[in-house]
């Protein structure tokens, strides 16, 4: 079964600080994707990043940036100097490439509150 | 491209009666689709998946009579919420996915339910 966890439930921060949010997930198969997504307050969840389980490359895209480490199985997402439009909630997901449906398994999310 | 709608964005209803939330995927068809519920502050809880001309698949606790799933076109699915009650108040959002997408879903806006 996957699973997977974000154990800060709300990180709050001041503008231009960096903020790293953890992601630390658990599945059996070894074909799996990761997931990021942002859901601001409008509701409406905005695809961030996905990557494979054979691919530990290190990411960035702009002010974003992932580390991802099979070792620690986990997927941990940084935001260097943090705006106020950074504030949302972010979610970490997972999909078992042999999951029924490949359905995705989300972590309980960060809410990110960036104060000017 | 790969966008995905959702109609109503916001509805409300008087308890007891149905409200069918209508999830469009605009520019590709979706061989699945995906419903899940997000309550207040907590993360999105997958409802059932379903894919085209079949019947859909609930996941444990979710009522499949409450909770009717549509999937009649490769570019539509509805949810009927039927007999609603206030406990069903809730954010619904569907997300669509077609084959050779490594698994990446695409989510639709949301619709937020609100049961007097």
């Known amino acids: 079964a996957q699973k997977v966890t974000q154990a800060q439930t709300e990180i709050s921060v001041v503008e231009k600080e960096d903020v790293t949010l953890d992601c630390v997930y658990e599945t059996r198969d070894t074909t799996y994707y990761l997931f990021w997504y942002k859901q601001p307050p409008s509701g409406e969840l905005v695809f961030l990043i996905r990557r494979n389980s054979f691919d530990e490359q290190n990411e960035i895209s702009g002010r974003y940036s992932w580390n991802f480490q099979k070792s620690t199985s986990s997927f941990n997402f940084t935001i260097t100097a943090s705006q106020v439009v950074d504030s949302a909630v972010y979610f970490c997901a997972l999909s078992e490439a042999r999951a029924a449906g490949n359905k995705l398994t989300f972590g309980g999310g960060t809410r990110v509150l960036v104060k000017p | 491209g790969a966008v995905v709608s959702q109609h109503p964005s916001r509805v409300i209803c008087k308890s007891g009666t149905s409200v069918k939330i209508e999830c469009r995927s605009l520019?590709?068809?979706?061989?699945?689709m995906f419903w899940y519920r997000q309550f207040p502050k907590q993360s999105l809880m997958l409802m059932a998946t379903?894919?085209?001309?079949?019947?859909?698949?609930?996941e444990q606790g979710v009522e499949k009579d409450k909770f009717l799933i549509n999937h009649a076109s490769l570019t539509l699915s509805t949810l009927t919420v039927t007999s609603a009650h206030p406990e069903d108040s809730s954010f619904y959002i569907c997300s669509a996915r077609t084959s050779g997408t490594y698994n990446e879903q695409f989510f639709g806006p949301g619709t937020r339910l609100t049961v007097l």
């Open positions: 379903s894919n085209e001309g079949s019947k859909a698949t609930y």
């Open positions: 520019d590709f068809q979706a061989t699945t």
